[in-house]
Every structure is written in C-alpha cells, then in structure tokens.
C-alpha cells in the first residue's frame, strides 16, 4: 500500500500561487491512477484534478487553466500547481491514489493539507 505526506498549504492572497507536494512510500507512485480533491466546510470532497498512469490530465472547468497536475517519477512526488486562485479555491486538499493494476480495489488518501485564499 501507498502512504503519502502532503505538504505546501498555506494562506494566500487571490490571484496568488502555491504549489501543494504529496510525497509517496510504500510503492512507485507509476504504478496508481492519482488525484487531487478538495473540501470546504459544510461541502462534499470535490475532484480537482486526475493524472493516469499514461500521463493523461483531466480537469473540471472550475479549474481548468489555472491548476497543474503533474508528478515526478524520480522523486515519487505527486503535485498540484495553483495560479490565480480565488477565495472559492479555499479548502483542504488531499492527495488520492487507486491501483492501477493488480487488486484495483486498493486506494489510498493523504492527510489532508489547508488552503486558504483571502485578503
């Protein structure tokens, strides 16, 4: 199984940037279908971003063109580039993978790290 350590939340000002990190152990992060999610107090955990073990990304239109998925094989390192982000982009943000092969039923979260975006 997986095991993350998300890091590189913070509070931010609108139109500013962050980059969130979600170091993985356990297993080669190439071999998991990842992604990003969100969620707001009082709300249900939103999908943010995917990346597929082929490399493919996929974004809602809540996000699109302002947010980057990407992760770096040689570090085991999944991210998530943010730019121009709005006091809606507010909330925690975890890390997700599902196996890609084998038991597809394994999934894993990371903890979880805070976004706040505000004046």
């Known amino acids: 199984q997986v095991q993350f350590v998300e890091s590189g939340g913070g509070l931010v000002q609108p139109g500013g940037s962050l980059r969130l990190s979600c170091a993985a152990s356990g297993s080669n992060l190439g071999l998991w279908n990842m992604a990003w999610y969100r969620q707001a107090p009082g709300t249900t955990r939103e999908l943010v971003a995917t990346?597929?073990?082929?490399?493919?990304?996929n974004y809602p239109d809540s996000v699109k063109g302002r947010f980057t998925i990407s992760m770096n094989n040689r570090k085991n390192t999944l991210y998530l580039q943010m730019n121009s982000l709005k006091p809606e982009d507010t909330a925690v943000y975890y890390c997700y993978a599902k196996a890609a092969y084998g038991d597809r039923s394994r999934e894993s979260w990371g903890q979880g790290t805070q976004v706040t975006v505000s004046s």
């Open positions: 990346i597929n073990v082929a490399g493919r990304t």
